[in-house]
């Protein structure tokens, strides 16, 4: 069935990097975009950015812009989330997603991520 | 960025309650707004697409209109397991904003 699996939960400090896998199956990876969005607790959905993972193209949000990186693995149907100078502010659950032109259709499961000193 | 403004922020209702949400968008976005379903420790759900296409298997008691700016989410009779947060998503430019949200409890 298609499904995406996200990597597990992380703890890191402040000023580091975060990484987060999302692996796609049953599908065409390079078919459809691949969206990432997060939600701080008691807060709610927020947009992060998207890939094409068919040409490798990008779109961010501004307010994570130069601090964002989506990239992909064709090879391995996977996606990537880098994050870098993490602050509490990051700390949230991330979620993939897939883009199947009418909307976000399939989701992984999460990734809690904590950022604290 | 286009602003996504959802209303109410948080609606009490009952059971078998008609109920509606509305989203409305900072500029013309078409019809590239979907309708999400989060419930607490899941992924949200699409229920909505393209401002009013039910997805497979999302009850009928959904349904999603609007075009432009003004946007709606119905709830024809409230089920227990519809109490969740509500989101509405424009996808017509990036970046691709949501709204607050809509919390559902229940009466």
């Known amino acids: 069935q298609v499904q995406l699996v996200q990597s597990g939960a992380e703890v890191k400090k402040p000023g580091a990097s975060l990484k987060v896998s999302c692996k796609a199956s049953?599908?065409?990876?390079?078919?459809?975009?691949i969206h990432w969005v997060r939600q701080a607790p008691g807060q709610g959905l927020e947009w992060m950015g998207r890939i094409n993972p068919n040409s490798g193209d990008t779109n961010y949000a501004q307010k994570i812009q130069g601090r964002v990186t989506m990239t992909r693995d064709t090879s391995i149907s996977t996606a990537y989330m880098d994050l870098n100078m993490l602050t509490s502010d990051d700390t949230a659950v991330y979620y993939c997603?897939?883009?199947?032109?009418?909307?976000?259709?399939?989701w992984g499961q999460g990734t809690t991520v904590t950022v604290s000193s | 960025d286009i602003q996504m403004t959802q209303s109410p922020s948080s609606l009490s209702a009952s059971v078998r309650d008609r109920v509606t949400i509305t989203c409305r968008a900072s500029?013309?976005?078409?019809?590239?707004l979907n309708w999400y379903q989060h419930q607490p420790g899941k992924a949200p759900k699409l229920l909505i697409s393209?401002?009013?296409s039910l997805q497979s298997g999302v009850p009928s008691r959904f349904s999603g209109s609007g075009s432009g700016t003004d946007f709606t989410l119905t709830i024809s009779s409230l089920q227990p397991e519809d109490f969740a947060t509500y989101y509405c998503h424009q996808t017509y430019i990036t970046p691709f904003t949501f709204g607050q949200g809509t919390r559902l409890e229940i009466k």
């Open positions: 997603a897939r883009d199947f032109s009418y909307g976000l259709d399939v």
């Open positions: 500029q013309s976005i078409s019809t590239y």
């Open positions: 393209t401002a009013s």
């Open positions: 049953g599908y065409t990876f390079t078919g459809y975009y």
